[in-house]
Structure formats: structure tokens, C-alpha cells
């Protein structure tokens, strides 16, 4: 992966996967170990939609790293105001630093950024396309939680434009997982998607309604109704507040189920899950941390 870019999670392969996923947890047993791994290195960040945890998880990762950030900080203070085109901006600022995150909201973004700089560029989601580091976070919970291997897993909500669906989808046909997409006919996987899983023979299956599947599953991964990417806003109050769940909700599931959701949350998940033993969305944001740490270090080239 040394000096790679990070762009979809299709470009990782079982065994990338499982390099990062290892360096991370001897990272969380001994983050001290990693701590000067990075010193003098730059990490340049170009988030042109918000974001908490990406941005703060990477930024907490460099420094634990002993490195730092260059921030483009708010869209509108930065010279795209004065109508500079992306590929101008990543030129640039990779003149600043050792590596750029970007976060985009045009699908394709950082594929095409990527190919104006030499330093990595690491995708930190273009629109509806991809968020690869997202989803190694992902994995690396299922994999604390239930193993990634055998599990069968529903992924519910908005599959359409969720991008932590897409990248954690492709990801997921690396093991031996059964993939149940649970949402409204609006909101289904897109075609591209399903195409590419079939082709790389996932195991899926698409439902309406969760009753049909909770009680065999190891994993619940609920997303947010990605309300910012639709074109109409009709569109979006007919599906709002549907697919939500609570305690009672649960009463079906197997008691070992893990609830995971990238966050943030609207309504999908109410707070009375919270403190249940389901709950492990707020781990799964802590994990942005030693997760992104593995994977800079090995982008990185630290182990060289
Ligand atoms: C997600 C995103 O930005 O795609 N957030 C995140 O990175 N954890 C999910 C979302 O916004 O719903």
C-alpha cells in the first residue's frame, strides 16, 4: 500500500484488508509505540462537506502519529470561492504535504484528484460513490465484534446514496459474508452496485422490511437518509423517518447482535439502544483512530 491512493474499497484486497485491520489493533494495545512513527510528516485536508469524525480521526491520527495537519479549512474562505477548480486546488496543497484526504461531493472526485498529485490522496468520500476508510473502521468492529468470517449482516436505510454502503458492500465480498440490504424500493442499492457484487459473487439479498431477516443476523449496520443528496425534497420527506429502530424493535434479534452505524444519526437508532449491549456505533467512530493511524503508517510507507 506504500505511498498508494486510498480511492474505493473495490482496490483492496482480503489481504490489505488484514494487514491494516492487524496494524490497527497493535496500535489500540500500544499506541505509544507508534508515537514518533510520523514526526515532521503533513497530512493536508480538503473536506469541501462537512464532517466530524472523518476529519477529527484523521487529524487526531497524524498527531498520535507525531505528525500534523494542513487544513483548506471552510469551503467558502478558500480560493474555490474565487472559482478554482479542484484538480488546481490538489496540486497545490500536495506541494504542502506528504498525503491529502479529500471529501467531495461529486461522485468520481477523488479518482480524478488522484491523478494530478503524486503524494497518496485517501478518499473520504466522493457523493454517493465511496469511503474506503470508513469502511476498514467498519470491518475492524465487526471483526472485534463478530468475525468476519461466516456473518451475516443487514445493511439498512439509504443504500441508494449511502456511500459507507458501497465501499463496505465490495469490501464485505473479501470473506465469506451474507449480505441482507434492507430499505425502501426508492432507496435500493443502485444497479452499478449490485452488478459489480454479483460479479464478484456476493451473497445478497434485498428486503423491504427487517422483520424478514433480524433474528439471523450478527450485525445490524443502520445509515442515515442522505438527505443532502437528493435532487428533490418531496422526494425525501416520503421516506424520511422510516427504517427507524428501538429496544422493542430488538426484542427479536439475537441477543449477541451488534448495531452499528457510521453516524451521524437522525432518528434512524433511538437513544434507548444506546445503552444496551447492542450498541457499538460509538466504539466504531472511536476505532477512526487507530484504524486511520495503521492505515496512514502503511500508506505512509512506516514500516520502510
Ligand atoms: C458518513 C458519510 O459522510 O458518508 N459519515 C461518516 O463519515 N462517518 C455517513 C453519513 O453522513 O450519513
Not at 469524525?53 to 497524524?62: D, H, V
Not at 469551503?75 to 497545490?92: F, W
Not at 427507524?244 to 437522525?266: C, F, G, K, N
Amino acid at each position: 500500500m506504500r505511498h498508494d491512493h486510498i480511492i474505493s474499497a473495490k482496490q483492496l484486497s482480503r489481504a490489505d484488508i488484514e494487514e491494516v485491520l492487524d496494524r490497527a489493533a497493535d496500535i489500540a494495545a500500544d499506541p505509544s509505540a507508534y508515537a514518533d512513527r510520523h514526526a515532521e510528516t503533513l497530512l493536508g485536508l480538503l473536506f469541501f462537506e462537512p464532517s466530524t469524525r472523518t476529519k477529527m480521526s484523521f487529524t487526531a491520527a497524524i498527531k498520535r502519529l507525531g505528525g500534523d495537519v494542513v487544513d483548506m479549512g471552510p469551503v467558502e474562505y478558500s480560493s474555490v470561492k474565487k472559482g478554482e477548480s479542484l484538480a488546481d486546488t490538489a496540486r497545490v496543497v500536495e506541494g504542502y504535504a506528504d498525503a491529502l484526504v479529500l471529501r467531495h461531493p461529486s461522485e468520481g472526485s477523488a479518482k480524478m484528484a488522484s491523478e494530478f498529485v503524486d503524494v497518496p490522496l485517501l478518499n473520504a468520500g466522493d457523493g454517493a460513490g465511496q469511503h474506503p476508510t470508513q469502511t476498514l473502521l467498519d470491518l475492524y468492529t465487526i471483526r472485534e465484534n463478530a468475525g468476519l468470517d461466516d456473518l451475516n449482516i443487514g445493511i439498512m436505510g439509504d443504500l441508494k446514496y449511502g456511500r459507507t454502503v458501497h465501499s463496505l458492500a465490495h469490501a464485505l465480498t473479501n470473506f465469506d459474508a451474507h449480505q441482507h440490504f434492507i430499505s425502501p424500493e426508492s432507496l435500493r442499492l443502485p444497479r452499478s452496485v449490485r452488478y459489480d457484487l454479483h460479479e464478484e459473487g456476493a451473497t445478497i439479498r434485498e428486503h423491504t422490511d427487517l422483520d424478514d431477516v433480524l433474528d439471523s443476523l450478527d450485525v445490524l449496520y443502520v445509515t442515515r437518509i442522505q438527505e443532502e443528496r437528493f435532487a428533490d425534497q418531496s422526494e425525501y420527506r416520503k421516506v424520511a423517518g422510516e427504517y427507524q429502530i428501538d429496544a422493542e424493535t430488538l426484542e427479536s434479534a439475537r441477543e449477541d447482535l451488534t448495531v452499528m452505524h457510521p453516524l451521524p444519526r437522525v432518528d434512524e437508532i433511538d437513544h434507548d439502544i444506546d445503552d444496551t449491549d447492542h450498541a457499538k456505533y460509538f466504539d466504531q467512530a472511536h476505532n477512526g483512530v487507530p484504524v486511520r493511524m495503521a492505515l496512514l503508517d502503511l500508506v505512509l510507507g512506516g514500516d520502510q
